[in-house]
């Protein structure tokens, strides 16, 4: 079966299943006796199990097998879950997101996870983890998985007096080309039978790319001990150790139901060679989980039972209203409809020119449907904050682990959507901001009781809409930020004077810690304090419109406010005129706007500035800015736009303001990306083209 088509169907999948592993643990570290939680754990590494199987990644079947067995202890009460199992449990879960993003990166998917394996089997046999390993051994064979074609093969094969022999062949340690060691393996096999399967593949084992040992599943009337001999024959072979597949483990691909379950073969589920078949069918099928058994064991299923259960699993599938769609394709779609928004403006001017009411009627009412489409386009690129905040949790246990603090996370409004765009920019300031605040800001538990605060401290990270942006808050009930000696720090540094050190305010002061290279930790540490993480939060935020703003009280703990745009593509704007051209300002910049006479206009060492309610701001003239001739300024008043890019407030003159409008940004392309203090450009109603200011440059 080629695969390849369900590459991203099995990826998109398997994120999703690791999540869930990963939520499920942190929750039952939390709750360690709710075996409903084992449970949750256990069919999401089930399931995960059998699509890597019937993709052929080996490396994540065999590991999630052996964390089946042993959540399977777990569930039936005969292990407890300690540190050491969730410590283990999420090393594995790194391992699997790295084969996982190995695929998705276009490799092979591979990683070697013997120490892991040799973890998981140490927990599952109760062996102390202090008590050298035994005496090397021949190891049990490992599970083959097979797909239905190959089992109904081998079945058939079966009844005709064949042996199923799987061999497990590990070369010599100092044998000097292992792949046609390999290769000469293989041909014998062939020579003796029917080679079914080889894990790795054959051309895997012609480019060395495996470690000392693979499997070999070969269909044969020989006997066993000749197979054996057969390859131990060849030198430099260290073993070969063989096991004869029972004829019933094999006859379930037939319908009959398996009289035993050997422990060394498991069947890949039939769901999911089913659904991979489904899928060429229906485009909106997903990969099914299967269904969650009960705490306790369940006994076998009937041949009737295991009917009812696929008559469901087709149900869910045909009566499935969601499908997975490339963010390329959404991406194309908007680009045209941007184009339909524009002509939309256009026929709105043209219409009002003609004076024909029937076309008046007519292009309102295309107005408002397109506008409807609109809204629904730019609702397919939302997507929830969770994707970056599914990542923090265990991040911040690993953080206060090796740290040796006491950290609680309560994360609010998840489900908050937020344009993709930005969905994939906010993650790394997040980053930054929560191991600032672990590292900074939350004390040490024997210094928290010192201060009469409980030994775990409170981190907690929140997201809601406001108006047409999105809100992240990030709050910590630490130490709070030392205004005296960010100060200090500042002053040494020159990065203000002791007279502006007397004036500013305490988010003057904080937005301090945002500069270039500026940090107040004592000592260097691999989690913060090199003063590259908050200037890198900043940057990223107002490159994506946004400002970030910060209040602390000095014990009490520190608050992060961030403010986002909904979306990136289409901007509310406010229009404005300069001479003869109409310029766009975004609105989310835009504190308010003012009417100025000539007698408000002061001047210091030559540059105009105004009093804005009680605070000194810079004026900057637009047509300088752009070199627009004929400058003629009307001496009775000024036209001026207060904006904002974080604590920092300037005005921009005008000649006009032209009113609110909601407009399509479109890049300049390669030939004009640097233009200064110019974001982007967009196409006016009546055709022409209107430039989009930068404030955050002008202000910069």
């Known amino acids: 079966m080629d695969t390849n088509q369900y590459t991203e169907m099995f990826l998109d999948e398997s994120r999703d299943h690791l999540q869930a592993v990963n939520d499920n643990l942190l929750l039952l570290e939390k709750q360690p006796e709710d075996l409903s939680i084992v449970e949750e754990i256990f069919r999401s590494a089930h399931t995960l199990k059998g699509m890597a199987a019937t993709m052929e990644f080996d490396d994540i079947s065999s590991l999630t097998h052996q964390m089946e067995n042993v959540l399977d202890l777990i569930r039936n009460k005969k292990l407890d879950v300690t540190t050491e199992v969730i410590d283990t449990a999420f090393s594995c879960l790194e391992a699997l997101e790295e084969m996982v993003e190995s695929i998705s990166e276009g490799g092979t998917g591979k990683k070697d996870v013997s120490s892991l394996v040799e973890e998981l089997r140490r927990l599952e046999t109760g062996e102390p983890a202090d008590i050298p390993p035994p005496a090397p051994v021949a190891p049990e064979p490992s599970v083959m998985e097979l797909d239905e074609f190959q089992s109904a093969v081998i079945a058939q094969a079966q009844e005709q007096g064949y042996h199923a022999i799987q061999l497990e062949v590990e070369l010599q340690e100092d044998v000097l080309l292992k792949g046609v060691r390999a290769f000469m393996v293989v041909e014998t096999l062939s020579n003796l039978g029917e080679l079914i399967k080889t894990i790795p593949t054959v051309e895997e084992l012609e480019d060395e790319q495996f470690g000392s040992s693979f499997l070999a599943l070969v269909l044969t009337e020989a006997d066993p001990q000749e197979v054996k001999n057969s390859v131990l024959n060849i030198s430099e072979i260290h073993r070969a150790d063989w096991t004869v597949l029972p004829t019933q483990t094999l006859t379930a691909a037939s319908g009959e139901p398996p009289e035993e379950k050997p422990a060394v073969v498991e069947d890949v589920p039939d769901e999911v060679t089913e659904e991979l078949s489904a899928v060429a069918e229906d485009a909106s099928a997903k990969l099914p989980e299967e269904p969650q058994p009960e705490p306790s064991e369940l006994p076998a299923e009937t041949p009737e039972e295991e009917q009812t259960d696929e008559q469901s699993h087709q149900q869910k599938r045909q009566s499935s209203k969601t499908i997975r769609l490339n963010i390329e394709r959404i991406d194309q ?24 009411m029937e076309l008046i009627d007519t292009v309102e009412h295309l107005s408002r449907v397109s506008k409807d489409m609109q809204d629904i386009m730019l609702t397919m690129r939302m997507v929830p904050i969770e994707q970056v905040f599914n990542r923090f949790p265990r991040m911040i246990r690993g953080l206060a682990k ?38 900074h800001g939350v004390e040490l538990p024997e210094e928290r009781r010192e201060k009469g605060k409980p030994e775990e401290g409170q981190l907690s990270l929140r997201a809601f809409h406001r108006g047409n942006q999105v809100v992240i808050e990030m709050e910590d009930d630490g130490a709070g930020i030392d205004r005296d000696k960010v ?27 945002f500069e270039p290279g500026f940090s107040t930790a004592e000592n260097v540490s691999d989690i913060s304090g090199r003063g590259v993480g908050l ?29 986002l745009p909904l979306t990136l593509s289409i901007l509310a704007t406010l229009l404005v005129k300069i001479q003869e051209e109409t310029y766009a300002i975004p609105l989310s910049s835009i504190v308010e706007t003012v009417l100025l006479k000539e007698q408000d206009t002061m001047y210091v060492k030559g540059e105009p500035v105004i009093d804005f309610r009680g605070k000194v ?27 904002r890019k974080g604590d920092k407030v300037s005005g921009l003159v005008v000649d006009s303001f ?20 110019i974001s982007g450009a967009t196409i006016l109603g009546d055709g022409r083209i209107s430039l989009i200011i930068d404030p955050n440059a002008l202000i910069k």
């Not at 489900?415 to 997040?430: A, C, Q, S, W």
């Not at 100060?487 to 810690?513: C, F, P, S």
């Open 333 to 356: 779609l908007i680009n045209l409809f941007e184009e339909v928004v524009i002509d939309r403006g256009r026929l709105e001017e043209i219409s009002k020119r003609s004076g024909d």
């Open 617 to 643: 701001i810079p004026l900057i003239h637009l047509d300088e800015i752009f070199n627009l001739k004929d400058r003629q300024e009307d001496k009775r008043r000024k036209s001026v736009v207060i904006v």
């Open 402 to 439: 090796e740290l040796g603090k006491k950290i609680d996370l309560q994360i609010s409004g998840a489900d908050t959507e937020l344009d993709r765009t930005v969905i994939d920019e906010i993650g790394d300031p997040l980053v930054h901001l929560i191991r600032n605040s672990v590292d």
């Open 487 to 513: 100060l200090d720090k500042a002053l040494n540094r020159g990065l203000i004077t002791d007279d502006q050190a007397k004036m500013m305010a305490d988010e003057e002061v904080y937005a301090l810690l």
């Open 658 to 677: 032209l009113g609110q409008k909601e407009v399509v940004l479109k890049s300049l392309g390669m030939y004009f990306k640097d233009t200064y203090a």
């Open 535 to 563: 200037d890198v939060v900043r940057t990223t935020i107002e490159s994506l419109g946004g400002h970030i703003s910060t209040r602390s009280e000095l014990g009490k703990g520190s608050k992060f406010t961030i403010q």
